[in-house]
T-cell receptor
């Protein structure tokens, strides 16, 4: 049973554009929502994360928007660059030390 | 954050054989995790390995197929036993580095022929 649903599966954006990836969850016990970035041949690396007590978190060009009532969260990449081309995974976690539940992943391609 | 060294980085194996993957961490960690990532797919947790106790396996994964060792707080191995082409995947080691954070190794890309 997929507890975190991610869309789109793939995304193509022009350089300088905004990339938006969406995730929805069902388990209301989740209280930590990280995004991971994975380049080919590498393991996933933590990009940015949010707790449900805030609606938005921004780190440089990367922003998470969180809608607790809708049980949705999204990643926005502003001024997308070719170097951002990677696979992005949203994830959710119930408590510290508990397992991560991953979304299906989004393959982002930023064209120059 | 912790640095994970995973070996081998890739291997091509004959069906019916076994491969042991090593995960070395540069600091002591309580919990280590093993994931499988099939081509173009998301990550699936295989098992959680705590030092001094038996590994805890997720539904669909069994110890006979994926035996895990955790001899100390910086090292773990995952063995993929009696391999078939369906075992061709990327296998990733992960550790919990702080209250919520996880760090992943670069993975072992396994091809079974």
């Amino acid at each position: 049973q997929q507890q975190v649903k991610q869309s789109p599966q793939s995304l193509i954006v022009q350089k300088g554009g905004i990339s938006i990836i969406n995730c929805a969850y069902e388990n209301t016990a989740f209280d930590y929502f990280p995004w991971y970035q994975q380049f080919p041949g590498k393991g996933p690396a933590l990009l940015i994360a949010i707790r449900p007590d805030v609606s938005e978190k921004k780190e440089g060009r990367f922003t998470i928007s969180f809608n607790k009532s809708a049980k949705q969260f999204s990643l926005h990449i502003m001024d997308s660059q070719p170097g951002d081309s990677a696979t992005y995974f949203c994830a959710a976690q119930e408590t510290s030390g508990s397992r991560l539940t991953f979304g299906e992943g989004t393959q982002l391609t930023v064209n120059p | 954050s912790a640095v994970i060294s995973q070996k081998p980085s890739r291997d091509i194996c004959q069906r019916g054989t076994s491969l042991t993957i090593q995960c070395q961490v540069d600091s002591q960690v309580t919990m280590m995790f093993w994931y499988r990532q099939q081509p173009g797919q998301s990550l699936t947790l295989i098992a959680t390995a705590n030092q001094g106790s038996e590994a805890t396996y997720e539904s669909g994964f069994v110890i006979d197929k994926f035996p895990i060792s955790r001899p100390n707080l910086t090292f773990s191995t995952l063995t993929v036993s009696n391999m078939s082409p369906e075992d061709s995947s990327i296998y990733l080691c992960s550790v919990m580095t702080d209250y919520y954070g996880y760090t992943f190794g670069s993975g072992t890309r396994l091809t079974v022929v």
